[in-house]
């Protein structure tokens, strides 16, 4: 529980926090009558600036109140323990928890799951000091915290300690402080050491995982609807892409609908089309189902025994010209059918189609395919470390606008689903690419692919933007001097490209490794969300500790020769 000097100086935070707030005001008031106005001041100008400080406050103070909440909801409960008698049951103990948190739901107002949420949310940050000092000192935001308290869930002391410790460091190599980072970015920081750092390979969590894939569908107003799938991230990122990029070639003046638009219509247009006609090998015998008259049979199709069966089960589906197989809540309607052939809609347990001729003497049907899931072939970015390519280490891949994958999820997509690949140097001490620069305007394709390596979204802060959808930008015009070289250019979405050619946000420099950071027309300067590499993991006893001692010389005429051949 809290001491009294601890709760003396979290008040005086929050104390100084609102004597800037009401100095704040007090100058506001002054100048709108006028007592303060100097001939030279610019009185609108500074009136913005107060509202901008102003926000700034209300957020340190909602952060410090945010504190005080979480660390009294903790408290709460550590005192209803020690009300409860030592002799008292678990039950007994159970309910006297459940009671101070139905009273914490009444006190603010809000639900029995949101305070039980809240309570365990509390507990597990009041037992990471640095955490909590943070958010006391409003330097990270309750959004913030509560990214930590998820975080940190299933890694122990130890490890929630460590990660505590590497997300707010304030080391101003790393770039922007944690605080700095809209929430859904300080959650990809965080989640990306943790992936890292697990005490559970990523190969095991991501097995158990899959097993939970799914599809849900949840109502929505004025006759709309959400529809989520979960699936392994390197599909996720494949379906995004390709909508993506099918949307982009639909755009044109006579397009008027716009890229968020052309998305859901092009992936509802793919779902819906007519799907293939159920066919077989002429004499193959097969399971049937006549849903008309709602019997099952096993044997061939002349037989016409009743049972019971599975449609997704070794059962083909039949229907009648006037009628509709109805399979859960879903159907198949009759013009996606052949009325006069039954299959068997047999799928392989690895999700992987097997040969044309074994699957055909099997009874395959096109419906059947549509159960196994191709490996992408469409853009996927991904960055894999080449002992983990070699199967030498299970050192975690990188897939772009992502994070952390499984090695093997990487391995196969090189060997089943790479189009084409790009080799990044790397430096071996670190994990931080090597630039690569040219000396004409137009970029080239393993440009820009490093370029999205680099920055993997817009760089404006706060947004969000993936890299299928960004332009690539030089930060110094190339008519004023600037060069195509990647410590030049940055990736910014449509709209934030737009905005810095026609406002006064200006980008600071970059580098080959570091993206730029932005400067306000206010003059408020925005770190860069730098990326967090690691050193590679190396196979036990390949040249670690030499390569760790490793200084770089001059590049030697060989080395040269080959960024010369590399950059064109």
């Given at each position: 529980m809290g001491n009294g000097a601890g709760t003396v100086a979290a008040m005086d935070g929050i104390h100084a926090s609102i004597a800037g707030l009401d100095a704040l005001f007090v100058e506001d008031a002054a100048l709108?009558?006028?007592?303060?106005?100097?001939?030279?001041?610019?009185?609108?100008?500074?009136?913005?600036?107060?509202?901008?400080?102003?926000?700034?406050?209300?957020k340190q103070v909602e952060a410090q109140l945010a504190a005080v909440k979480a660390r009294d909801a903790a408290e709460a409960i550590e005192i209803q323990h020690a009300r409860t008698p030592p002799e008292a049951s678990v039950q007994e103990?159970?309910?006297?928890?459940?009671?101070?948190?139905?009273?914490?739901?009444?006190?603010?107002?809000?639900?029995?799951?949101?305070a039980g949420a809240l309570v365990t949310q509390s507990r597990h940050l009041t037992s990471l000091p640095p955490a909590m000092d943070a958010l006391f000192a409003g330097a990270?935001?309750?959004?913030?915290?509560?990214?930590?308290?998820?975080?940190?869930?299933?890694?122990?002391?130890a490890g929630a300690a460590a990660l505590v410790a590497h997300v707010l460091d304030p080391n101003p190599t790393r770039g922007a402080a944690a605080g700095e980072l809209v929430p859904s970015r300080f959650r990809t920081r965080v989640r990306n050491w943790r992936e890292r750092h697990h005490p559970e390979s990523l190969e095991k969590r991501h097995t158990k995982s899959a097993?939970?894939?799914?599809?849900?569908?949840?109502?929505?107003?004025?006759g709309m609807a959400w529809l989520s799938l979960y699936i392994p991230a390197h599909q996720a990122s494949a379906i995004w892409n390709r909508t993506t990029a099918l949307a982009r070639g639909l755009q044109g003046p006579d397009e008027p609908r716009s890229m968020t638009q052309l998305r859901p219509d092009i992936a509802a247009g793919l779902l819906l089309s007519a799907g293939p006609a159920l066919t077989r090998t002429a004499g193959t015998s097969t399971a049937g189902i006549s849903t008309g008259q709602n019997t099952t049979g096993q044997g061939n199709t002349s037989q016409r025994n009743p049972g019971q069966g599975n449609p997704g089960q070794g059962n083909a589906v039949r229907t009648h010209d006037d009628d509709q197989d109805t399979i859960g809540l879903a159907s198949l309607t009759p013009s996606d059918l052949d009325d006069s052939i039954t299959a068997a809609a047999t799928a392989t347990t690895d999700h992987q189609a097997p040969a044309t001729a074994e699957y055909e003497n099997a009874g395959g049907n096109g419906y059947a395919d549509l159960g196994n899931v191709p490996m992408p072939?469409?853009?996927?970015?991904?960055?894999?470390?080449?002992?983990?390519?070699?199967?030498?280490t299970d050192e975690p891949a990188t897939l772009d606008g992502y994070g952390p994958i499984p090695a093997s999820m990487a391995r196969k997509l090189v060997a089943n689903g790479a189009g084409s690949f790009y080799r990044v140097l790397?430096?071996?001490?670190?994990?931080a690419p090597l630039e690569i620069g040219r000396t004409s305007?137009?970029?080239t394709k393993a440009m820009k692919k490093a370029l999205q390596l680099r920055d993997g979204k817009c760089t404006f802060p706060g947004c969000n933007n993936r890299t299928?959808?960004?332009?690539?930008?030089?930060?110094?015009?190339?008519?004023h001097g600037g060069h195509t070289g990647i410590s030049n250019l940055a990736q910014l979405c449509p709209k934030h490209h737009r905005l810095k050619h026609n406002s006064p946000w200006e980008p600071t420099p970059a580098t080959h490794n570091e993206p730029p950071g932005w400067t306000s027309p206010t003059g408020r300067h925005y770190k860069p969300e730098q990326p967090d590499p690691e050193p590679p993991q190396w196979p036990p006893g390949l040249l670690h500790a030499e390569i760790s001692n490793y200084q770089p010389a001059d590049k030697s005429p060989f080395e040269h020769a080959l960024m010369e051949l590399l950059t064109g």
């Amino acid at each position: 529980m809290g001491n009294g000097a601890g709760t003396v100086a979290a008040m005086d935070g929050i104390h100084a926090s609102i004597a800037g707030l009401d100095a704040l005001f007090v100058e506001d008031a002054a100048l709108t009558t006028g007592a303060s106005t100097g001939a030279e001041m610019d009185v609108l100008q500074r009136q913005y600036e107060i509202r901008l400080e102003r926000m700034a406050g209300v957020k340190q103070v909602e952060a410090q109140l945010a504190a005080v909440k979480a660390r009294d909801a903790a408290e709460a409960i550590e005192i209803q323990h020690a009300r409860t008698p030592p002799e008292a049951s678990v039950q007994e103990r159970t309910y006297a928890e459940m009671s101070a948190v139905e009273e914490i739901a009444g006190v603010l107002t809000i639900s029995s799951p949101a305070a039980g949420a809240l309570v365990t949310q509390s507990r597990h940050l009041t037992s990471l000091p640095p955490a909590m000092d943070a958010l006391f000192a409003g330097a990270i935001s309750w959004q913030h915290a509560k990214i930590i308290a998820d975080e940190t869930e299933g890694l122990g002391p130890a490890g929630a300690a460590a990660l505590v410790a590497h997300v707010l460091d304030p080391n101003p190599t790393r770039g922007a402080a944690a605080g700095e980072l809209v929430p859904s970015r300080f959650r990809t920081r965080v989640r990306n050491w943790r992936e890292r750092h697990h005490p559970e390979s990523l190969e095991k969590r991501h097995t158990k995982s899959a097993a939970d894939r799914r599809m849900e569908c949840t109502p929505d107003r004025d006759g709309m609807a959400w529809l989520s799938l979960y699936i392994p991230a390197h599909q996720a990122s494949a379906i995004w892409n390709r909508t993506t990029a099918l949307a982009r070639g639909l755009q044109g003046p006579d397009e008027p609908r716009s890229m968020t638009q052309l998305r859901p219509d092009i992936a509802a247009g793919l779902l819906l089309s007519a799907g293939p006609a159920l066919t077989r090998t002429a004499g193959t015998s097969t399971a049937g189902i006549s849903t008309g008259q709602n019997t099952t049979g096993q044997g061939n199709t002349s037989q016409r025994n009743p049972g019971q069966g599975n449609p997704g089960q070794g059962n083909a589906v039949r229907t009648h010209d006037d009628d509709q197989d109805t399979i859960g809540l879903a159907s198949l309607t009759p013009s996606d059918l052949d009325d006069s052939i039954t299959a068997a809609a047999t799928a392989t347990t690895d999700h992987q189609a097997p040969a044309t001729a074994e699957y055909e003497n099997a009874g395959g049907n096109g419906y059947a395919d549509l159960g196994n899931v191709p490996m992408p072939k469409v853009d996927v970015l991904i960055t894999v470390p080449v002992f983990a390519l070699l199967g030498l280490t299970d050192e975690p891949a990188t897939l772009d606008g992502y994070g952390p994958i499984p090695a093997s999820m990487a391995r196969k997509l090189v060997a089943n689903g790479a189009g084409s690949f790009y080799r990044v140097l790397v430096d071996p001490r670190d994990g931080a690419p090597l630039e690569i620069g040219r000396t004409s305007y137009r970029l080239t394709k393993a440009m820009k692919k490093a370029l999205q390596l680099r920055d993997g979204k817009c760089t404006f802060p706060g947004c969000n933007n993936r890299t299928l959808d960004n332009d690539t930008d030089h930060l110094q015009a190339w008519q004023h001097g600037g060069h195509t070289g990647i410590s030049n250019l940055a990736q910014l979405c449509p709209k934030h490209h737009r905005l810095k050619h026609n406002s006064p946000w200006e980008p600071t420099p970059a580098t080959h490794n570091e993206p730029p950071g932005w400067t306000s027309p206010t003059g408020r300067h925005y770190k860069p969300e730098q990326p967090d590499p690691e050193p590679p993991q190396w196979p036990p006893g390949l040249l670690h500790a030499e390569i760790s001692n490793y200084q770089p010389a001059d590049k030697s005429p060989f080395e040269h020769a080959l960024m010369e051949l590399l950059t064109g």
